[in-house]
């Protein structure tokens, strides 16, 4: 059940990317731009829960990656938004 879980997961963060940067060439509205990138990361993150958990559950610790990674994409928000108030 958890790999199913974990699974749609990844896909569902993976389909919100692919919108936002789909929306994002269509319109140039850089909003969608930040949150499509940091939608990427979090989908990043997913699959790297799947491989931490489901593919080496006990030889590889990848907690550290996976905090990071998920810090990055949150970070690439935040940057956008930040960068947005500016205009």
Do not use: K
């Amino acid at each position: 059940m958890a790999a199913l879980i974990y699974t749609l997961c990844a896909l569902t963060a993976a389909l919100a990317a692919w919108l936002l940067l789909r929306g994002y060439l269509r319109t140039r509205f850089r909003l969608l731009l930040w949150s499509g990138l940091c939608f990427a990361g979090l989908t990043l993150n997913n699959v790297l829960l799947v491989v931490d958990r489901l593919v080496f559950p006990t030889e590889v610790d990848l907690g550290l990656v996976r905090l990071l990674t998920a810090l990055a994409a949150v970070l690439l928000l935040v940057g956008g938004l930040v960068l947005e108030q500016d205009t």
